[in-house]
């Protein structure tokens, strides 16, 4: 089933329309990657399925419901998390009581919740006692990854997990998505690292001033020598 369908989306910021035309659609137990160069929309693709953009026309729908206009915590409600780039955690709170916040939108958290998050990422356990802020960049995103899973997501929205890992982290961070996918939830994820990100998706699309240039499963776009020329250095 689809989870997410955007449709022939012009979005952008008060006047300024950045996105023309996009269509994007991710299947439930799908992982699909945007990748394009900087400013290309990637990011305002992702923000608009949660309603933080201005919405001109197109359509976007969540299993199977149509949600442009709707405001961000109707969109959550519907079965979306999201880990922004940056700003997404409480530094003087412990990992723990982060975990307890990305579930604070349920009128209830279910019992095992936390427990299965926590096995999950074992690092997160080791140092659930542990304020955030202390913790290093790659322990912060997983941290920021282990609370948007809390609410059960149908899909999970990542933008740039990657940003700012050194080289080792960076594989490690993917495999933990890998792990989430396998698991049951359909990711989309914007990544500037396009060829690991590619070489790990099911499919991706590259977004070029704010319109789909290319799409594909990933390794196809891995292996298009324009693509590899005009977006993955060769
Ligand atoms: N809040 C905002 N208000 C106005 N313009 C914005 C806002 N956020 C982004 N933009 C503009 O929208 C365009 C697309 O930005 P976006 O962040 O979606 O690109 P991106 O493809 O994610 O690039 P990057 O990899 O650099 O993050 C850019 O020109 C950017 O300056």
């Known amino acids: 089933m689809t989870v997410l369908e955007i449709e022939g989306l012009d979005a952008g910021y008060g006047d300024l329309q950045i996105l023309s035309n996009v269509d994007m659609t991710v299947e439930d137990d799908e992982y699909v990657t945007i990748v394009g160069p900087n400013g290309a929309g ?19 729908t969540l299993n199977g ?18 880990v922004p780039q940056s700003d997404n955690l409480f530094p003087s709170m412990t990992v723990r009581e982060n ?13 095992d919740r936390l427990e299965e998050i926590l096995n999950r990422f074992p690092i997160l356990k080791e140092r659930q006692r542990q304020r955030a802020g202390t913790m290093s960049g790659g322990q912060q995103q997983m941290l920021a990854m282990g609370s948007a899973l809390m609410v059960d ?20 961070m993917f ?7 396998a698991a049951g939830t359909a990711v989309l994820m914007v990544e ?9 998706c099911d499919r991706g699309y590259v977004l070029v001033n ?21 977006f993955l250095g060769g």
Request: aromatic residues 4%; glycine residues 8%; hydrophobic residues 35%.
């Open 42 to 60: 990637k990011s305002t693709a992702m923000k608009s399925v949660l309603g933080l953009t201005t919405y001109m026309d197109g359509s976007i």
């Open 175 to 181: 495999d933990r998505i890998d792990e989430i996918n």
């Open 210 to 230: 704010g319109e789909n240039a290319y799409e594909g499963l990933g390794d196809e776009l891995l292996h298009d020598q324009e693509v590899r020329e005009r």
């Open 65 to 82: 419901e149509s949600v442009e206009g709707m405001d961000t915590n109707a969109v959550i409600e519907r079965g979306v998390s999201y």
């Open 153 to 172: 997501p149908d899909i999970l929205l990542l933008d740039e997990p990657s940003a700012g890992l050194a080289p080792d982290l960076v594989e490690d």
């Open 99 to 111: 975990l307890l916040m990305g579930a604070f939108s349920l009128p209830e958290v279910p019992e």
């Open 192 to 200: 500037q690292n396009a060829k690991k990100a590619l070489r790990r």
